[in-house]
T-cell receptor, first 117, second 112 residues
């Protein structure tokens, strides 16, 4: 199956600092990746769509200056949480879309647990 | 984007067959149906994907009626390790605008 990795798996940082999370598709190329956030006992919430070589598309209510997304290659997208605050503490999950013919399938990374103190 | 409706939770016992049904009345012609499994503090894991009729792999079967307004994930002979949240999603057509929106999922609990 298709493999997507995330790094780091967990991070603890002080309030006001920035944190970068990497998402990599290991065995396929992905022109499109997605970033989700998940709070305890809740479903995944789509934050933004990351497009290789172009600007990310953010969902309503997600601050683009707060959550910087860079999709510099066909296998790597990064999410930077800038000036993190305790309310940004969450489980961040990325996915990469693999296209085979007309069929698309999203494969998810293992997630990154962010704790802002 | 098609909205999906699933039962919030289900309980079953080891060795039983579990069927989880998902409603997606507004599914588009080109949409696929995909099921994911998620354990706590992990990313969703792809289980199965289909377009119509029946799809089977080593893990599960997916039944899709002719009108495609619903689908049923079938897990044969479940074990305790199948306790997880299962998400039904529709989408995945060849479009740069397509994206998957998660519903609430079904929390499946397997008992000994």
């Amino acid at each position: 199956g298709a493999v997507v990795s995330q790094h780091p798996s967990r991070v603890i940082c002080k309030s006001g600092t920035s944190v970068k999370i990497e998402c990599r598709s290991l065995d396929f190329q992905a022109t499109t990746m997605f970033w989700y956030r998940q709070f305890p006992k809740q479903s995944l919430m789509l934050m933004a769509t990351s497009n290789e070589g172009s600007k990310a598309t953010y969902e309503q209510g997600v601050e683009k200056d707060k959550f910087l997304i860079n999709h510099a290659s066909l296998t790597l997208s990064t999410l930077t949480v800038t000036s993190a605050h305790p309310e940004d503490s969450s489980f961040y999950i990325c996915s990469a879309r693999r296209t085979v013919g007309f069929q698309e399938t999203q494969y998810f990374g293992p997630g990154t647990r962010l704790l802002v103190l | 984007l098609a909205k999906t409706t699933q039962p919030i939770s289900m309980d079953s016992y080891e060795g039983q067959e579990v069927n989880i049904t998902c409603s997606h009345n507004n599914i588009a012609t080109n949409d696929y149906i995909t099921w994911y499994q998620q354990f706590p503090s992990q990313g969703p894991r792809f289980i199965i994907q289909g377009y119509k009729t029946k799809v089977t792999n080593e893990v599960a079967s997916l039944f899709i009626p002719a009108d495609r307004k619903s689908s049923t994930l079938s897990l044969p002979r479940v074990s305790l390790s199948d306790t997880a949240v299962y998400y039904c999603l529709v989408g995945g057509t060849y479009s740069s605008a397509s994206k998957i929106i998660f519903g609430s999922g079904t929390r499946l609990s397997i008992r000994p």
